[in-house]
C-alpha cells in the first residue's frame, strides 16, 4: 500500500502481494510442558517451486531429549506441504527448551527457532529439621535437600526462642492461591505490615499494593 498526501490532498493505492520463500517451514510446539514428558513434535515444509523435490528436515534441540533420528527425509512430486513428526522428551529439569529446525533442499535452506518453557506443576514442599541444642554441645545434620534439582534450595535458621517458621508462612500469604474478593482481601491486609515483620524485596513490597489498588477498582 502506498499512501500521499499534499496539502489537504490525500490518495493511496494497493495491491495484493504474495511474501514467500521457495522453501518454508512451521514447528508446532506446546507452550508449556513438565520435566520428563514426552511429546510428539510436528513441523510442516512447504515446498513452493516445482524443482524442489528432495528436501531433508533436521531437528536441534538445546535442553531437550529427542527420541529416535533427528533428521528426515521428505519428496515432493509438486508444490505443496508435507509432515515430519520427532519424537522429543523434556529433561528432568525446569527451565527454557529452544528448538532449530532446518529444512534444506540444494541450495535453498530455511530456519526456524522457536522456544519452550519447560516448568514443574506441582506445588512448593517444605522440610523442615528442628533440633534443640544445649549448652556446650554440638548438633550435626546430613543436609539432604528435597524436590526437583535446580529448583530447591536450604536455610539454616538460629534462634534462642521456639522457630515460628516465619519465612515459610510470609511466602505462602503472598503466594496464596485463591482469588475471590473476600480471600484476596484477607491475604492482602497482613502483607501491608510485613515490613515491620521481615525484611522484603522490591517485588514483595509492590505486590500487595498492586492487588489492593486492585480491590478498590473493583
Known sequence: MVVAGQDAAYGFAEKSVQVKKPLMVLATLPRVIGPGETFTLPVTVFATENNLKNVSVQLQAN????????????????????MAYFEVKAPDK???????????????????????????????ITNVVSATVQPHTKWSVNYQ????????????????????????????????????????????????????????????KRKPNQISRLELHV
Open 145 to 204: 535437600p528435597i524436590g526437583m534439582a535446580g529448583t530447591n534450595s536450604g536455610s539454616l535458621e538460629v534462634s534462642s526462642i521456639p522457630a515460628i517458621n516465619l519465612g515459610k508462612r510470609l511466602s505462602y500469604l503472598i503466594q496464596y492461591p485463591h482469588g475471590c474478593v473476600e480471600q484476596t482481601t484477607s491475604g492482602v491486609f497482613p502483607q501491608l505490615f510485613l515490613d515491620r515483620l521481615s525484611p522484603l524485596t522490591e517485588q514483595q
Open 63 to 82: 535442553n531437550l531429549i529427542l527420541q529416535g533420528t533427528n533428521k528426515q527425509q521428505l519428496y515432493y512430486q509438486k508444490t505443496g506441504e508435507q
Open 94 to 124: 525446569v527451565g527454557i527448551a529452544k528448538v532449530k529446525v532446518i529444512a534444506q533442499s540444494g541450495g535453498e535452506r530455511t530456519d526456524y527457532d522457536v522456544e519452550m518453557d519447560i516448568r514443574n506443576p506441582n506445588p512448593y
